[in-house]
């Protein structure tokens, strides 16, 4: 009997050797990918290919990246694995001028972010693909105007009010304020406001219901790291299942809200020149109208450039009450994360360089002077100072430090003898080429002056990436800026902002499995109110 379980245990042992031998020569084979098509590339260390550390929490998308980046140098680009799946992370600028603009169109789409077929995300613009992408997003385009945003500013003024208040309400409390939270409620004040028609009140309750579900879509739970481990090693096993990072509370409370509102302003025929009113406009027309011919022009510019740059065909899309709300819901996704990011690592930077602090206090209170201390949208255009302090944060902290893109078809690398096969992956390394001191002189340094026009002009627009570039550049751009510059001149026209006892030492670390590019350590910092300029 013995004999028989030993000569069994020896039998079960040889077959699991086999099988892990198959599996690594199996593996191994796959990773002569690249070499055989003449790209650079980095061996990877283990079955999980280059960015096992990802995986296991080890490192931050950007960090693994970046440092890959920095192996590479010299280099256009760099082939790498998850797993046995290729992927290619494009370095060169000319090249990403090609993959943005040049020949958008072969790299139009992005990879599919989320398993699920069927939910509110993946009918939003941001995870849509080919002519459906295309025709939506000329669709919504118009709702981005600069002369739309303009119309609906005094809604994100109404909130930015409201910030003084709050920091001097949490600063009494104690030394210092957890500036992430309170931008977090001014963030959830404006999307609220702006995409949903309501006000939340978030900066004076910070239990209210539309702050509670913004926290449940952002919160990292062991679910939501389990569903992000099998969608990055087999995509196709939660895709099966339908798993999906949102629970369904959440999309019934955006359903709830965003129907109960719309229904509310047709019974009493409300108009109120925001996103709602321009997502009902466009299901019921078909589009959004022109407020003049400035308008127009804007409107029919961006539809031209879209046409130019998409080569697709031309397709009508007809879109039914949930591709409506989806585009209300990644209002959410999409706008509250990287705003607030923004703003809180912005003021973290003002903190530490009061001279550039003092510098912007001087051009807030300059221009607000003659518009008689009225924040307004023609105020904050002509801030040029805020402008390249906004534009700094964006380089040193890209809300999404990291771009994909999906190769659509066989792509010949211009100048090589290289073919990009279809269905390839593109990484485009943000983070990393924002850090990179061959473009960015000393890249930790916090320095405004990199965003004059003239040291603009010295670069490639494909340089800084913080909103991508092309046909697929973020939509909310102009809002979101204007998100941010507006609470960045409410909080430092009132407040000094310093450092304090518990604030994180630079550089700030990240969180290792967020999308978003979020510091470990919350970022606390002191207030102190300012006497009000003369003549306010």
């Known amino acids: 009997m013995a004999m028989f379980f030993s000569s069994a245990l020896a039998d079960v042992a ?55 980046y920095k192996e590479s140098v010299g280099q256009p680009m760099v082939g790498l694995f998850v797993m046995r799946r290729p992927i ?31 939910d509110l995300f993946t009918r939003s613009l941001f995870a849509m693909t080919g002519r459906r992408w295309r025709d939506l997003r000329i669709k919504l385009t118009p709702t981005f105007t600069s002369g739309k945003i303009k119309r609906m500013f005094h809604l994100i003024d109404e909130c930015g009010k409201r910030l003084p208040p709050c920091i001097e309400l949490e600063a009494s409390k104690g030394d210092a304020v957890a500036v992430k939270e ?102 019921r027309e078909g589009r959004v109208r022109a407020d003049d011919d400035k308008d127009a022009e804007e409107i029919q510019r961006d539809s031209a450039y879209m046409d130019k740059l998409s080569k697709t065909d031309k397709s009508s899309v007809d879109l039914d009450d949930n591709d409506i709300l989806a585009q209300a819901f990644i209002f959410i996704v999409a706008g509250f994360e990287t705003s607030s990011s923004v703003v809180t690592q912005a003021l973290y930077e003002l903190a530490l360089h009061p001279d550039v602090q003092d510098k912007l206090r001087r051009e807030i209170r300059t221009v607000l002077n003659k518009h008689s201390n009225n924040v307004t949208y023609d105020a904050i255009a002509e801030m040029h100072y805020l402008d390249m302090v906004v534009s700094e944060t964006t380089r040193k902290y890209p809300t999404l430090p990291t771009l994909e893109r999906v190769c659509l078809a066989d792509y010949k690398v211009p100048g090589t003898d290289i073919t990009i096969e279809k269905g390839t992956r593109i990484l485009i390394p943000v983070k990393a080429i924002h850090y990179d001191p061959e473009i960015y002189p000393d890249p930790q340094r916090f320095d405004p002056e990199r965003f004059s026009a003239e040291n603009k002009s010295k ?75 003369q003549g306010e």
């Open 14 to 68: 040889l077959f699991l050797v086999t099988c892990y031998l198959l599996v690594r020569l199996y593996i191994a084979h796959a990773f002569t990918y690249w070499e055989k098509r003449g790209v650079y590339h980095v061996k990877p260390t283990s079955v999980f290919g280059n960015l096992s550390n990802i995986l296991f929490e080890r490192e931050h998308t950007s960090e693994c990246l970046e440092r890959l």
């Open 88 to 118: 290619l992370m494009v370095r060169d600028l000319s090249l990403l001028r090609c993959v943005f603009v040049k020949d958008a169109h072969v790299f139009l789409d992005r990879n599919k972010p989320n398993p699920v077929t069927d």
């Open 182 to 283: 309170v931008i977090a409620r001014y963030s959830t004040d404006v999307i609220a406001s702006c995409a949903f028609g309501v006000d939340a009140n978030a900066l004076a309750d910070p239990q209210c219901e539309f702050r509670a579900v913004m926290k449940r879509i952002f919160e990292v739970s062991p679910w939501k790291k389990l569903i992000g481990v099998l969608f990055f090693v087999v995509p196709s096993i939660p895709r099966l299942l339908k798993l999906s990072f949102i629970d369904e509370g959440v999309y019934d409370f955006v359903r709830r809200t965003f129907w109960e509102v719309v229904d509310y302003r047709k019974r009493n025929k409300v108009v109120r020149d925001d996103f709602v009113d321009l997502l009902v406009q466009i299901k």
């Open 459 to 533: 670069r490639s627009n494909f340089a800084h990436l913080p909103f991508g570039e092309g046909p697929r550049i973020c939509i909310g751009m102009r809002f979101g800026q204007m998100q941010v510059k507006t609470a960045l001149v409410h909080v430092i026209s009132s407040y000094h902002v310093t450092p304090c006892a518990d604030t994180p030492k630079p550089p700030l670390r990240l969180k290792p499995r967020s999308t978003v590019l979020t510091p470990k350590q919350d970022i606390v910092l002191a207030f102190t109110k300012l006497k009000p300029a």
